[in-house]
């Protein structure tokens, strides 16, 4: 059973108080909402082991609480740098993109340890090309094949979800994993797709509901496909190269990606924090977990405030779902005309007015991982109000970004 969390007035009563010696902006994690949001997880992929996508998480400290819970193994990371630092704790890191990192490949070349616990992501013998080019004559690597989660229809003319990788079809993955073989150095010992279509694309955007019933029966469609798919290659290839893993889905997909017996373990990250983009799935809602402060400086008109900065986009294609979003005092929204600002970010709504001059407002970032990209701290906010500050990628390793 998912914990009973506070309502939402004690919860930002909660967060001014541990940050109200602070200036803004300041970014915090909270922890009970945390914990809840990955208990949360855990339920829903039934049994299978959480990987945790680095790129969601983007701090250190977050990244080992979670992992000492039951239910999560491993990690996923976005860099090879990353990987080789996180690899001199964790044990098992599996790269999640193909690397050009010219040094970190010479790097984990030369490293024993790094080498046994870093595992490289390819699509492609090209991959293999440059890390053969970069050190030659290299100890053993441990490869993992990039499967293409997308969905295709009419011959191809129709392609729904990430443009990620050109290993596709069972003959594809075998064609690669052989490649593998044939090459001294390297260890086929994993197989990774990801179904952005399914993990990062909400069902229930708000005032869409016909679009909303079209993602849903796209999704379905997709989900039997991959399934269909993703167990024809795993077993093509597991046959003739014996596979350690076999990874699959995200935050939006787990029950599904988990139910498939191919799966051997699932990835997650974006939703132990809950952002703005997870408001719409219909399955689940994760708790705001990690949330950005500013302050009040002006008070331009009744039901308006105007907050410093603010103006903390995410990545992807631009419209206002890519926007921070006005989370405590509840009932805010930014405005049309404005947006979120450089500067400063007008705010709009009933709790405008009860909001005095260096009052704090909370978003969330519409993104997880990137709210780290802003900042070098999280404060980690306890139910009992207490703090911890720790780095996040951005205080530790400006390189990582």
């Not at 046959?239 to 990874?247: D, E, I, R």
């Not at 132990?272 to 008109?301: H, S």
């Not at 105007?306 to 405005?335: E, F, M, Q």
Request: proline share 7%.
């Amino acid at each position: 059973m998912r914990p009973v969390l506070p309502p939402p007035a004690a919860t930002r009563a909660r967060l001014d108080a541990a940050t109200s010696h602070l200036d803004p902006p300041v970014a915090v994690v909270d922890l009970p909402a945390l914990d809840a949001n990955a208990a949360d997880l855990v339920r829903r992929a039934g049994g299978k082991p959480i990987r945790l996508a680095s790129k969601s998480i983007r701090c250190r400290a977050v990244l080992e609480r979670v992992h000492a819970r039951p239910g999560f193994s491993g990690v996923l990371g976005f860099t090879l740098a990353e990987a080789l630092w996180l690899a001199t704790t964790f044990e098992d890191v599996v790269v999640g993109y193909p690397t050009a990192e010219r040094n970190a490949l010479g790097e984990l070349a030369a490293d024993e340890r790094a080498r046994q616990r870093v595992t490289l992501m390819i699509d492609s013998v090209e991959q293999l090309d440059l890390i053969d080019a970069v050190a030659p004559q290299h100890p053993e690597l441990r490869i993992c094949l990039d499967l293409d989660g997308s969905l295709r229809a009419a011959g191809g003319r129709v392609h729904i979800g990430m443009r990620r990788s050109g290993v596709f079809t069972a003959a594809d993955a075998l064609r690669l994993a052989r490649s593998v073989d044939a090459r001294s150095g390297f260890r086929l010992v994993g197989i990774m797709s990801y179904e952005g279509q399914v993990a990062g694309l909400g069902n229930r955007p708000p005032g869409k509901r016909l679009y909303g019933l079209a993602v849903t029966a796209m999704q379905a469609l997709s989900v039997r496909e991959l399934a269909s798919r993703r167990a024809e290659v795993v077993a093509a290839v597991n046959a003739q190269h014996p596979l350690q893993f076999v990874n699959a889905g995200g935050t939006g997909s787990l029950e599904t990606s988990a139910a498939e017996a191919a799966v051997t373990e699932v990835t997650a990250g974006s939703g132990l924090y809950g952002p703005a983009l997870f408001d719409a799935y219909r399955r689940f809602r994760p708790a705001p977990a990690a949330l950005f402060g500013t302050d009040v400086v002006r008070r331009p008109g009744p039901g308006f405030v105007t907050v410093t900065g603010g103006g903390w986009i995410a990545s992807g294609p631009a419209g206002r779902d890519r926007a921070p979003v006005p989370t405590y005092p509840p009932g805010l929204s930014l405005t049309g005309a404005e947006g979120a600002g450089e500067v400063q970010t007008p705010l709009r709504g009933g709790p405008a007015d009860a909001l005095a001059v260096g009052d704090r407002v909370w978003f969330r970032h519409a993104k997880a991982g990137e709210l780290a990209e802003h900042v070098a701290h999280f404060r980690l906010v306890s139910a009992d109000g207490s703090v911890e500050t720790v780095p996040t990628y951005r205080g530790e390793n400006q390189h990582f970004l």
